[in-house]
């Protein structure tokens, strides 16, 4: 299934040379931002693992179908139970967009229950860098004492997000994006049809599971939609335009609607650094939009009301 991954033959080489030599970690932490394939890669690695056969169990893994720690428990403090017993995915949620001690406390719970397959378990942990404190503490008292054929298998957007403590207890592959011509021709290969994907493709640097998203969701198409205007309106100097823009976000406390936006401002800055066609910003300017998406999400994550944040982010995307 790893093998399904596109690039990163480093990764693929080094996983293959520790199964081969039976020397395969308990504990792997995959990082690389957004649309770069660490949760597919986490759960092809999982699917290798658990069932080197393939068969229905490895594709209904492949595509998530596995069992989840929630962050209300159920009464029984169990996980909730998916198609594939042998996996448990842990992901962040709420408002805070966390992931909470009671989900560790869920998944810690049901792996020291007996294993399913003779292959174990797999617990997939997603965007460890979300934890909260106490979270993470309970994580790391797993990783220290981990049960027998367990394997943890973390993804996270970048190592700095992670304490030291869980950093040091895994083994850490970093993934890369492809060329743009490479993502362009692996989503048209899977199906994605949208005109738009050899521009998306050089925007997002090869990002796969981003251009694929955009592909398949409406929704996410609007958030970059609403990106390329508000630069538009930068490179006017359009404090009003950009404000209107914002506004539904503030008026629907749509927040992870926003952060996708910042997002894609940061991308969009990003491009334009590689090719002057993808923004109307210059190299100066877009530099200072980035700065002012960075300062807008650093207020949003410091829980600065939405609307306030969003409106001197429009105030500084106009003086960029």
């Not at 992931?99 to 406390?105: L, P, W």
């Not at 992670?162 to 692996?186: G, H, K, N, W």
């Not at 970059?224 to 335009?241: I, N, S, V």
């Not at 992870?256 to 993808?278: K, N, P, Q, T």
Request: charged residues 20%; neutral net charge.
């Amino acid at each position: 299934m790893l093998a399904g991954l596109a690039g990163n033959a480093p990764l693929k080489d080094s996983i293959a040379r520790m199964q081969a030599a039976g020397r395969m970690s308990h504990s792997l932490l995959l990082v690389g931002e957004a649309g770069l394939g660490a949760g597919f890669a986490a759960r092809s690695l999982a699917a290798d693992l658990l069932y080197p056969q393939g068969g229905a169990a490895a594709s209904a893994l492949l595509r998530g179908e596995c069992c989840r720690a929630l962050p209300d428990p159920l009464p029984d403090g169990s996980v909730e139970t998916g198609v594939v017993r042998e996996a448990i995915e842990v992901r962040p949620c709420g408002a805070a967009n966390q992931i909470k001690v009671s989900q560790i406390r869920a998944m810690r719970s049901e792996i020291f229950n007996s294993s399913l397959s003779a292959a174990g378990r797999a617990v997939l942990l997603y965007h460890a860098e979300t934890m909260n404190e106490s979270a993470a503490n309970a994580l790391l008292k797993v990783l220290e004492e981990p049960p027998e054929d367990v394997t943890f298998l973390l993804t996270a957007s970048s190592l700095a997000a992670l304490l030291p403590t869980i950093r040091s207890r895994c083994i850490s592959f970093a993934l890369a994006p492809v060329s743009p011509e490479e993502c362009a021709a692996y989503c048209k290969k899977h199906g994605a049809k949208e005109e738009a994907i050899p521009r998306w493709s050089r925007i997002f640097d090869g990002r796969i599971g981003t251009v694929l998203a955009l592909a398949s969701d409406k929704r996410r198409r609007q958030r970059l939609e609403t990106a390329e205007a508000l630069m538009a309106a930068a490179a006017k100097k359009d404090a009003y335009a950009a404000d209107m823009l914002l506004a539904p976000f503030a008026n629907n406390k749509d927040k992870a609607g926003a952060f996708e936006v910042l997002d894609d401002i940061c991308a969009l800055c990003a491009a334009s650094l590689r090719e002057a066609s993808l923004c109307p910003l210059a190299p100066a300017a877009a530099v200072r939009a980035v700065k002012a998406a960075d300062a807008a999400r650093d207020e949003l994550q410091a829980n600065v009301s939405l609307k306030l944040a969003l409106t001197v982010l429009a105030m500084r995307l106009a003086k960029a």
